[in-house]
């Protein structure tokens, strides 16, 4: 089965109201959509998280895939990537994203071809039921959604989550330029759902170490499950450790320096920040080997979704819930989507590879909007348009 053409369409994916975040507002992501087509007719899909893989795949990558066996995964990263540590000690990070898409959609491919889904090829299923927290955070104002701007709203949409679906494990933005903030939402929420809600959050390396130690031990009385990035480097993560029993997340996926520093407790990723669906594997195994725990983050569409819904069915130590926005996203380029969980869960698909179905007519409108807009600025101050907020913010 050979390789026809490869095609990177780059677009906007908007949430529903723009989230605030410690960088600013963010509206949206702009991920690249991958199109693999073979000599047969059958189209493999893929993502990756940046507009800027869509070049290298479409001017770069592309031509030195037609022809090539579509099966032939290893002859493509040959073909695509130095040697790989070359391509990381240069920092290539967007070339490492736009194979990781290309990867993903030859898995589809293979799925496709042998009438199997993903999680099959990958040795079966240990869970057909997938995990997923929803998201909380305060929110502006979207076109046809108004945000949660109080601590209040934002524990007041937690309780409707719980309400209407179920939802009992959370994760939210905890980077307010006042830690006090924040602290208040976790608070209420603690209060309203009680203990049985499960609290996850995410400061995006928001506060100074001395701030962070404040905030420990309230934390810990709260009950926090987990805490991403809460100080600037892996280093700060480590002298936190000394005061706090709080696991530590980070996207910062360099295992042989939290092996060394012993922190993070768990990396936060997904396929195509590690070059595709096979060093994903690979380094999740070594996370076990590690005892290091491993999660999948958000923003993706439901092709990049659907990708990692298929390796956590799969991989039996992504044992915490994955990260979700699915509840704020109000479309998606696949037909079957968006995902939402109910009860905390999204059931893997069982369609043949990763089991979607493009929208085309939804790509195409993500598309325009991305070539008449540019991608989404998650940097965006509304209190300061024109400029950027700025670290640390305490």
């Known amino acids: 089965m050979k390789i026809r053409r490869v095609k990177a369409t780059p677009i906007n994916y908007r949430l529903e109201a723009p989230y605030v975040w410690v960088f600013g507002e963010l509206d949206g992501f702009s991920p690249t959509i991958v199109e693999v087509e073979t000599e047969d007719g059958l189209v493999g899909l893929g993502e990756a998280p940046t507009p800027a893989a869509a070049a290298i795949i479409n001017d770069v990558l592309a031509p030195r895939l037609a022809g090539r066996d579509a099966f032939d995964i ?3 990263e040959e073909a695509c990537l130095p040697f790989w540590s070359g391509v990381q000690s240069i920092n290539d990070r967007t070339r490492i994203m736009a194979f990781g898409a290309i ?5 589809d491919l293979r799925g496709k071809a042998w009438k199997q889904p993903l999680y ?3 040795g079966g299923a240990v869970r057909k039921e997938i995990p997923f927290t929803d998201y909380f955070s305060l929110r502006g104002d979207g076109p046809k959604v108004k945000g949660e701007k109080t601590p209040e709203a934002v524990a007041d949409y937690c309780v ?3 309400e209407r679906h179920g939802t009992t494990f959370f994760e939210g933005k905890f980077s307010t330029e006042n830690p006090k903030v924040s602290l208040r939402m976790v608070e209420l929420i603690r209060e309203k759902l009680g203990d049985g809600a499960m609290i996850r959050i995410d400061s995006n390396q928001a506060y100074s170490l001395a701030t962070a130690r404040q905030l420990t031990r309230p934390l810990e009385e709260l009950g926090v499950r987990n805490w991403e990035d809460p100080v ?4 700060e993560m480590r002298e936190l450790r000394r005061h706090t029993s709080i696991p530590f997340s980070t996207h910062n996926i360099d295992i042989a320096r939290a092996m060394e520093l012993k922190v993070p407790d768990a990396f936060v990723g997904n396929p195509p920040a590690h070059g595709g ?3 994903m594997l690979r380094f ?3 996370c076990e080997h590690a005892g290091i725990d491993y999660w999948c983050y958000s923003g993706d569409t439901g092709i990049g979704s659907a990708c990692y819904l298929h390796l956590c069915a799969a991989l039996g130590w992504i044992r915490e819930p994955n990260q979700s926005l699915f509840r704020m996203q109000p479309m998606d380029v696949i037909e079957e989507g968006p995902f939402a969980p109910r009860n905390n869960i999204v059931p893997v698909p069982e369609g043949h590879g990763l089991g979607v179905t493009l929208a085309h007519d939804r790509l195409a409108a993500c598309h325009r909007d991305f070539v008449e807009n540019g991608p989404c600025n998650k940097y965006h101050d509304p209190e300061k348009p ?3 907020r700025r670290l640390p913010l305490n």
């Open 103 to 107: 990867e993903m959609a030859l898995w």
């Open 160 to 162: 409707e989550l719980h």
């Open 232 to 235: 600037a480097t892996i280093e």
């Open 74 to 76: 290893a002859g493509a």
């Open 284 to 286: 999740v195994g070594a």
């Open 277 to 279: 669906i096979g060093r």
């Open 120 to 122: 099959q090829l990958l």
């Open 386 to 388: 024109g400029t950027y």
